[in-house]
């Protein structure tokens, strides 16, 4: 059996913007997206940003009645304990974030975060009910030395491990963002990503079987733009885009949200 996937448009702000800059963000946002509540809740695509922390509170709160869901950009897998500087699940889920990034390359390059942190990760969020949006991907030294295959078959295996089964495949978005196309401006051509999703596609498969990986949606990110997020969602392992850059401009991410729902 095939399942139907709702693309997902999702906005990484990174380390970008203050409490006083959302609720215009999000007038600007919906004003250009120019649909009523009822057409963004139609189901046809989730929309979701990933938000500093300091934000959260604040973007669930503005987002909720516009039917936009808001992701963490981290967390910790305990509940609570002595983690200076973390974040655990239910304080996410008691400011009404519903989703957060995992392993997002610049948390693997910059602090630390191993396969085994994001497996932990993955598994306490799936476990909790909050979404994980989980980033894989190579570097261009990896995909240079031909090594693409096995570096996203290393990082899958350790998540499809911690997910144990593939009943939960819904409840999870894995986002394979190139690391040589994150903010660079060089995106992934079509093909290349479809390739690489289909990859992924193919290691569910051999874990869970077909039809629980046809539950999976899996999200291209690094460098999409209003100019290529249309051929990029043509493909048939395509199912959104993770927008780091274009998701800070509420017209830009508007008009890449319009091109998803006409795919
Ligand atoms: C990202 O931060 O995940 C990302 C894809 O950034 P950008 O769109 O700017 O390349």
Redesign the pocket.
Known sequence: MTVARVKMLAG?W?MHKLNSEVEAFFAAFVQSLGLSPEQRLAGRLDLLFAVPATILAQAAKTCKPLGISVAAQNVHWEASGAYTGEISLPMLREVGVTATLIG?S?RRQYFAETDATVAKKTKACLQDGVLPLV?VGETLAERDGGLVESVISRQMQSILAAVGSGAGLSDLVV?Y?PVW????GRTATAAQAQSVHALIRSLVTDAFGASAASALRIVY????NPSNIKELLAEKDIDGA??????LKPEEFAKMARAALAV
């Open positions: 990484n990174k997002h610049e980033c986002a963002e196309a994150i903010g660079t990110g690094g460098s999409a993770l927008v780091g850059g274009a998701s």
